[in-house]
């Protein structure tokens, strides 16, 4: 789910080997983050199914039963066991754990003795880790949700697919802050991006970008040159680099990842 962190190739030789079938089980990278395993045998699909939910290099990965899905977020369910914390003993129901399970996503299957619920989400959407429920007799109460087998999330906005250090409401916040900073700093900017253009010489593009888009023009930027530099590569083989090379300006994996694991 977080393909700067994850090494598809590495995660292809891992997990099969993990699920002791690396003979019944072929891997191939599809691009982008995603990959497919082919079985051999229906059985084994089951059982690895059972082990549900996947993590690789500290980060989720979402592994579902192929379908014909062209939509570029396919596949984004993952399932997690939910448990519920702070439900009233009176209240400790099914249909209380069902009802809160159900506005997390759809909920597969609820174990009223260990008080948790089993949920397949949608990746895309940030974790939720407390709600308050208003019961029938309009008490209401906080419930915390520990994720079972959660591994890395943002710690600003609880996406599943990036660590906080990418994190873009976090980026938006410190570009505009920069931005304000520069206007502030330099009335005459424009001047300033000329001068930036004339002592870089042939690198002067980023003085270009710069000048032409205040606000954060950076990223364009950059693929703007590659697309320069690198015309014999594929774009689609361009794209999945350029994943690839984050990998490095990331640093991987963020450190306190594992201590989400027994959530
Ligand atoms: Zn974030």
Known sequence: MNPAAQDVQALLHHMPRFWKMEDRVAGAELGLGRFQFDFD???????????????????????????????????????????????????????TF?????????????????GRVKVCLDRYKPLTFETTVEFHSGEETLVALRYERLFGYCRECFSLCHDVSQCPT???????????????EKPDGGAMSYKGVVINGSGGENGNVRKSQPNGGDTKGKGKLEEVREEHIPRKWKAWWGELRLTAETGGIHPSGTAQADQ
């Open 170 to 184: 976090l980026r938006r916040a410190r570009e505009e802050r920069e931005t304000q900073r520069r206007r502030d």
């Open 98 to 114: 069902r009802s809160i399970g159900e506005a997390l996503g759809e909920v597969l299957e609820v174990d009223i003795d260990e």
């Open 41 to 95: 045998n229906e059985e084994d699909i089951i059982e690895v199914f059972k082990l549900e939910p996947f993590h690789f290099d500290y980060w989720m990965v979402s592994l579902v039963r192929w379908e014909p899905v062209v939509d570029p977020s396919y596949p984004s369910a993952i399932k997690f066991w939910v448990r519920m914390m702070g439900i009233p003993l009176h209240f400790w129901a099914k249909p």
